[in-house]
């Protein structure tokens, strides 16, 4: 089976404007979940997503969002960049309704730079 | 906020010797899992301990979860350089996300 797929792979924006980042999961798995890394703040928690519901949401502020499509599919959205925006994303899958509580198979980040 | 706290930040070691990690925790959890980052890429999943688990064993790696003492340590043996990256635990505690630790920075020198 593919991997966790995630696109693009590199970002540069202005502060200001917003982004769009997709993830595709391993094929049959349901739940998407996504974290921001940063050498600050380490591995932050964003949402987490299970056919279509988010059933978590981490301490970010409202600017994030995100949403998962019919074929599990998951794309996060951040407006109004900031120059703290800046940080790996990165997209879990897991085969199981549980979420968290399950093996999650990462994908390879999208390295967004805010400037 | 991170549930899990890792000791050391750093460890550097030669190849073929042993490398322990431990990892700390706050909350009660379902279970705790341990990954590898290597160089700021996507995380590699190692081992899954179940809390009602006290060790677990996958190839080279040995895990232990104490979950009186809410910590756990994750052991790799006889150590190559491939073995260099950031390790990370994290905690499951139910609510359909992990609380990931600080990491740990292993080099393994040749």
């Known amino acids: 089976k593919a991997g966790v797929t995630q696109t693009p792979r590199y970002l540069i924006k202005t502060r200001g404007q917003q982004v769009t980042l997709s993830c595709s999961p391993i094929?049959?798995?349901?739940?998407v979940s996504w974290y921001q890394q940063t050498p600050g703040q380490g591995l932050q928690f964003l949402f987490e997503?299970?056919?279509?519901?988010?059933?978590n949401k981490g301490n970010f502020p409202g600017r994030f969002s995100g949403r998962q499509f019919s074929n599990s599919r998951s794309e996060m959205n951040v407006s109004t960049l900031e120059l703290g925006d800046s940080a790996l994303y990165l997209c879990?899958?897991?085969?199981?309704?549980?979420?968290?509580?399950?093996?999650?198979?990462f994908g390879p980040g999208t390295r967004l730079t805010v400037l | 906020s991170q549930q899990g706290e890792e000791d050391p930040q750093a460890l550097s070691i030669q190849e073929g010797e042993n490398a322990t990690m431990n990892c700390s925790y706050k909350t009660s959890i379902n279970n705790l899992q341990w990954y590898r980052q290597n160089s700021g890429r996507g995380l590699v999943h190692l081992i899954l301990?179940?809390?009602?688990?006290r060790e677990k064993h996958s190839g080279r790696l040995r895990v232990t979860l104490d979950t009186s003492k809410k910590s756990s340590s994750l052991l790799i043996t006889a150590s190559r350089a491939a073995d260099t990256a950031s390790y990370f635990c994290a905690t499951d505690g139910g609510d359909y996300k992990l609380s990931f630790g600080a990491g740990t920075t292993v080099t393994v020198r040749a």
């Open positions: 997503y299970f056919s279509e519901t988010q059933r």
């Open positions: 094929s049959g798995h349901r739940s």
């Open positions: 879990a899958s897991s085969s199981e309704g549980s979420g968290g509580a399950d093996t999650q198979y």
């Open positions: 301990i179940r809390s009602n688990e």
